[in-house]
């Protein structure tokens, strides 16, 4: 997905440069390639020559060197990049960034660049939390630098909160969003995606037949056309999209908590097949026969429904929000109530009978019910279904925006 594109990697000497050549792995894996620069600090984490082994080319380390053979190499270096992307922005990195100096390579090529320049900042919570270090946030920020994370959570020494840099698959993924073209860049989608399973003791659940199929295809067509996909999927048999943060869940209780932290969203497809009923007294403890001839006996409780809650939230609802119903018959005037019940704007029905091969299978047969009507798609591979599907919500944000 970043095939030819030319990323300027400036690695700060933070300990999250472990992370670094993962990162170069990821991206040369996607296509594109890496031209290294060092700053003194980040030799102390990484070296040079796992650096250049792992991206093919030459580690820039030093202003002087490049001056002295080509003059303008600096400027060469800066410009030659489609991006500039430092991984990770230290708070020294940043104040020098914010202030405009120019004191040593990297500080030199950031300030000599005319490309985008990316950061994925990364440093123990006090200093990211410091009023000198969010001012200069806040500078690049109206620089017109992208940010990236940091996360929050465990740092290496030893403390917790907001500083953690974010994970080389996140930083490839706002690369990749970055240089997306199609009708849903800039847009955020979320779609959850598969089964869920509801625990009947610490090994048991249960389940129903949904592969993922459907939700992923959807989510791979939705990220091709340039959006910016955030995927919920219960344990699937397919795996996840490339490219999209996925977001694993095991019950339909923490798939709403997933749903609800990823909103806002530009549009949100609620493809996954979530159980109605959770088993109210699982066992904390694995259930044993114990000879007596006596049965257990599971209680349920009526799962909250994801969709609805979503599609009737005051504040937050996606402007566009899309159901599925998956019938066994009378699948249009079913899914045509269920479509007004749960108060989202499309519903797409399926019908799951066991003669169709549907759930499970690879193909679908689709009818997509809004306010105005009912269209019947034919029977095709699920990958297309994704592919009309995504272009019909891509057709439907653009319109809204104008
Ligand atoms: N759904 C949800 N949360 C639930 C149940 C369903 O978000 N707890 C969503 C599904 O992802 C799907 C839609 O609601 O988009 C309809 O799912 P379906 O299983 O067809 O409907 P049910 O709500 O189970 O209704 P019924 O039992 O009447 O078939």
Redesign the pocket.
């Known amino acids: 997905m970043l095939t030819g594109k030319r990323i300027g990697l400036i690695i700060g000497g933070g300990i999250a440069a472990f992370k670094v050549p993962e990162l170069i792995r990821m991206l040369r894996a996607q296509g594109a390639s890496v031209t290294p620069i060092l700053t003194r600090a980040g030799a102390q984490f990484v070296t040079p020559l796992t650096i250049s082994s792992l991206a093919g080319e030459q580690v820039h380390q030093d202003l002087f060197d490049l001056t002295r053979e080509t003059e303008i190499g600096h400027i060469q270096l800066s410009r030659a990049a489609d991006i500039l992307l430092v991984v990770p922005a230290t708070a020294d990195l940043m104040a020098k960034m914010a202030s405009g100096l120019a004191s040593d390579l990297a500080s030199t090529l950031l300030l000599a660049t005319d490309k985008k320049v990316m950061i994925a900042p990364a440093m123990n919570v006090r200093m990211w939390d410091h009023p000198a270090t969010q001012r200069n946030l806040a500078q690049l920020r109206a620089d017109g630098v992208l940010i990236i994370g940091p996360d929050q959570g465990d740092m290496a020494c030893g403390e917790f909160g907001a500083g953690r840099m974010s994970e080389p698959t996140t930083i490839v993924q706002a690369l990749v969003a970055f240089f997306a073209q199609g009708p849903l860049v800039g847009k955020h989608v979320l779609v959850?995606s598969g089964p869920t399973h509801e625990p009947i003791d610490p090994v048991r659940y249960i389940a129903n037949r949904s592969s993922g199929a459907q939700g992923t295809a959807i989510a791979a067509a939705l990220r091709d056309l340039g959006a910016r996909v955030t995927f919920i999927t219960g344990p699937a048999s397919v795996p996840p999209p490339e490219n999209v943060t996925v977001i694993r869940v095991q019950t339909?209780q923490d798939m709403l908590n997933a749903v609800t932290q990823a909103l806002p969203a530009d549009a949100a497809i609620?493809?996954?097949?979530?159980a109605?009923w959770r088993v109210t007294n699982a066992a904390t403890r694995k259930m044993k026969k114990d000879g007596s001839g006596q049965m257990p006996v599971l209680e349920f409780t009526e799962?909250?429904?994801?969709?609805?809650t979503v599609a009737q939230r005051s504040t937050d609802r996606p402007p566009l929000v899309v159901?599925?119903?998956?019938?066994t018959h009378d699948v249009d005037s079913?899914a045509t109530a269920?479509r007004v019940r749960?108060g989202c704007d499309w519903i797409v029905a399926n019908d799951v009978s066991p003669g169709t091969g549907i759930m499970g299978g690879t193909e679908n047969a689709v009818t997509i019910i809004d306010a105005n009507g009912s269209d019947h798609w034919p029977r095709m591979p699920k990958a297309q279904v994704a592919t009309q599907l995504a272009r019909k919500i891509a057709a439907h944000l653009t319109k809204a925006d104008q």
């Open positions: 959850t339909a609620f493809a996954a097949a979530v109605d799962n909250p429904d994801i969709l609805a159901g599925f119903a998956a019938e079913h269920k749960k």
